[in-house]
C-alpha cells in the first residue's frame, strides 16, 4: 500500500466517500482487509459479516470485491440478492447478531460517487474510535488457507425485515398499522428504497402512485437527495391532489423527505416534532419495548421545537454534535425513544439505532392517515409558536478549519444582529443563542471543504438577517486563515 492510497481513504461523518477515479478496486479490497483486521481484534475473528450495496453502477462489484477479502480472513459473509437499503442491513446486523457489515454507497452523491460505510454489531453507526482502528489497519488484502476460507451466503434480506417494520410500527402506536383509503406518491429516485418502501406502504393498506421506482444507476442524472428541489414531480403530484401524501427516500434510503398539500416539501424539522408527538400521543411515556424512556435525541442543528414537544409532554432532550453516529451513540446513552437529525435522518432506539428511511415511511403514513400532518403541524406551531430555520455554506479548505473555528473561538461576538449572546454551546462548534431566544450555528462540515453556519428564530426574515451575519462573522476569519 502506497502513502498516497492510505490518505486516499478516510471515514467522515458517514464512511468514506471518493469519485470512481479515487473509488478503486484496490482500495475497496484494503477497507476490507482493514474491517477484517479490526473485526479479528475485537474478538470477532470467524463470525458472520453481512456485505451490501446500493444501486449504484458498480456496487455489486465492489461488494463482491469486499466479501472475498472478508472469506480469505476466515468471516462468512450475507451477501443480499439485490441491491439493498442500508438500513435493512443495519437491522439484519442487529436481528442476526452479526459481527458487522460493510455497505457500499455514497447515499446522496451523484451517481460520480460512491462509498463503503462500517457498520458494527448492534448495527448503530460506527463511531471515531472504529473507524480510526480500521483507517489504521488499512493494508493489501491478507489470505488464510484455501480450507479456511469463510463462505458466501446470497439471500433476501427484505422479508425479515418487512415483517418486522409492519409490527414494530404497530406496536409503536399502540394499534395496528391500517392505511386503508390513503394514497401516498412514493419516489424511490432511482435507488434502493423502490420495491421496499413502496412495497411496505402497500402492504400496509395504502394505494401507492410511485415515482422514480426504476433502477437507474446514474439516478437520472442527478443526486438522489431528498430536498425540495430535487422532487418537484412529488410536490406537483401531491398539490394536484393525486395522493394524500409524498414520501421520498435517498439514493440507499436511510434519508426520509415528505410532502403535504399545503406545504410542499415538510421541513424536516416540522415532520421530527410531528412525528415524535404522534408516538408520544399515542403511547404516552410507554416505549414499544416496554422499557427506557420516551426522551428524544436531536442534533446541535435541529430545531428546538422538538423540545418544545418534548416538554409538552415531560419528556428529555439530549444534544449531540451533527452526525448520526453521535445521535445513536445518545440514544444508547439515554435510552431514548428517538433520535433525529435536521438532514432527514430519524430513528427509533428499540428498533434500530441508526438512520431508516424505510420505517419513518411507514410511521409518517400512519400518522397521516389518523390526522393530516399539515393539521398536525398547524397545531404544533399553534401550540409552541413559528419556528424558522436556514442554513448556507461558506467555502473553507479543510486545512483552515482548525484555523477558523479557533479564530473564532477567540473573538466570538457579544452581540448578533441587534440582540446579545447570552450562551454558547460548543457541543459542535459554536451555537450562539441570543437573548431573543433565536440561535446561530457555525459548525465545520464533515464532508466538504466548507463551514456551515445555521439559524433559527420566528420569522424567516429574521433567519435571514442571523445568516447574514453569521456570513460576516466568518468569510474574513477563512481570508485571514489563508
Known amino acids: 500500500m502506497t502513502d498516497a492510497d492510505a490518505e486516499a481513504i478516510a471515514f467522515g461523518t458517514d464512511g468514506w466517500r471518493a469519485t470512481l477515479d479515487e473509488f478503486t478496486d484496490e482500495r475497496v479490497r484494503m477497507v476490507g482487509q482493514g474491517v477484517a483486521t479490526h473485526l479479528r481484534e475485537a474478538g470477532h475473528d470467524g463470525e458472520t459479516v453481512a456485505v451490501g450495496y446500493d444501486a449504484r453502477s458498480h456496487s455489486r462489484g465492489f461488494a463482491e470485491e469486499l466479501a472475498r477479502v472478508l472469506c480469505a480472513n476466515g468471516f462468512d459473509v450475507v451477501l443480499p440478492d439485490r441491491d439493498t437499503p442500508t438500513p435493512v442491513v443495519a437491522w439484519t446486523v442487529k436481528s442476526r447478531g452479526l459481527a458487522g457489515a460493510l ?30 482502528a480500521v483507517e489504521a489497519a488499512l493494508a493489501r488484502p491478507d489470505s488464510l ?40 406518491a412514493y419516489d424511490a429516485m432511482h435507488g434502493s428504497g423502490r420495491g421496499v418502501t413502496d412495497r411496505l406502504l402497500e402492504r400496509a393498506g395504502a394505494d401507492l402512485v410511485r415515482l422514480r421506482c426504476e433502477r437507474d444507476a446514474d439516478f437520472g442524472g442527478g443526486a438522489p437527495e431528498p430536498v425540495a428541489e430535487r422532487v418537484e414531480a412529488l410536490i406537483e403530484r401531491v398539490r394536484d391532489g393525486d395522493a394524500d401524501l409524498g414520501i421520498v427516500n435517498d439514493g440507499d434510503a436511510d434519508r426520509i423527505g415528505v410532502v403535504t398539500p399545503d406545504r410542499g416539501f415538510l421541513d424536516p424539522n416540522l415532520f421530527f416534532a410531528a412525528v415524535y408527538d404522534d408516538l408520544l400521543a399515542t403511547r404516552g411515556s410507554e416505549r414499544p419495548d416496554g422499557a427506557g424512556s420516551a426522551g428524544v435525541v436531536r442534533t446541535v442543528s435541529t430545531s428546538s421545537i422538538v423540545d418544545r414537544v418534548a416538554a409538552a409532554h415531560g419528556e428529555s432532550v439530549h444534544e449531540t454534535a451533527v452526525g448520526f453516529k453521535h445521535v445513536a451513540a445518545a440514544m444508547a446513552e439515554h435510552d431514548a425513544l428517538m433520535g433525529g437529525e435536521e438532514s432527514g435522518g430519524f430513528g427509533l432506539t428499540a428498533h434500530l439505532r441508526n438512520k431508516d428511511g424505510v420505517l419513518l415511511s411507514l410511521l409518517a403514513a400512519a400518522a397521516a392517515h389518523d390526522r393530516p400532518l399539515d393539521e398536525r403541524v398547524d397545531a404544533l406551531l399553534a401550540e409552541h409558536g413559528e419556528i424558522h430555520q436556514g442554513r448556507i455554506s461558506v467555502d473553507c479548505p479543510d486545512d483552515r478549519k482548525e484555523r477558523v473555528l479557533a479564530a473564532l473561538e477567540s473573538s466570538l461576538p457579544d452581540s448578533v444582529a441587534g440582540q446579545s449572546v447570552d450562551s454558547v454551546s460548543t457541543v459542535d462548534g459554536f451555537k450562539m443563542t441570543l437573548a431573543d431566544g433565536t440561535w446561530l450555528l457555525v459548525r465545520p462540515s464533515g464532508t466538504e471543504p466548507k463551514l456551515r453556519v445555521y439559524a433559527e428564530a420566528t420569522s424567516r426574515e429574521r433567519v435571514d438577517e442571523l445568516l447574514a451575519a453569521g ?12
Open 103 to 132: 455497505m457500499v454507497t455514497a447515499s446522496h452523491n451523484p451517481p460520480e460517487y460512491n462509498g463503503v460505510k462500517f457498520v458494527p454489531a448492534g448495527g448503530q453507526p460506527a463511531l471515531a474510535d472504529a473507524t480510526d
Open 145 to 184: 488457507p484455501e480450507s479456511e476460507w469463510g463462505s458466501v451466503e446470497e439471500t433476501d434480506l427484505l422479508a425479515a425485515y418487512l415483517d418486522h417494520a409492519v409490527e414494530f410500527a404497530g406496536e409503536s402506536r399502540d394499534e395496528p398499522v391500517d392505511l386503508d383509503g390513503l394514497t401516498v
Open 471 to 482: 456570513r460576516e462573522i466568518v468569510t474574513p476569519l477563512v481570508a485571514s486563515a489563508e
